[in-house]
Nanobody
Framework: QVQLVESGGGMVQPGGSLRLSCTAS????????MGWYRQAPGKERELVAV???????VYADAVKGRFTISRDNVKNTVSLQMNGLELEDTAVYYC???????????WGQGTQVTVSS
């Protein structure tokens, strides 16, 4: 079993920054993919950024150049530095771990990010 606990959400003005952190506990493997998804009201959950096997980082086009994902395999954490936040970034952000074998997904409880002037 895996548990994911997020922190760092909040409210910020357009152009501001936030940092999200997620700590995983349980059986974590380096080959597991870890990252962040988000879901805005009335929309489907979408990938924001993930770190895959070997450290490859994948970003959604909407956040490239503004968000940076990092992972610590010793501490089992994954973080998302969000700069240049836009109104469209408002959503609940979920930490995700996808098993390297079988593709099973674990989710955190979600943390609200609100960008508002």
């Amino acid at each position: 079993q895996v548990q994911l606990v997020e922190s760092g959400g909040g409210m910020v003005q357009p152009g501001g920054s936030l940092r999200l952190s997620c700590t995983a506990s349980g059986s974590i493997f380096r080959l597991d993919t870890m990252g962040w998804y988000r879901q805005a009201p009335g929309k489907e959950r979408e990938l924001v950024a993930v770190v895959r096997d070997g450290g490859m980082r994948v970003y959604a086009d909407a956040v490239k150049g503004r968000f940076t994902i990092s992972r610590d395999n010793v501490k089992n954490t994954v973080s998302l530095q969000m700069n240049g936040l836009e109104l469209e970034d408002t959503a609940v952000y979920y930490c995700n771990l996808e098993r390297w074998s079988g593709g099973y997904n674990y989710w955190g409880q979600g943390t609200q990010v609100t960008v508002s002037s």
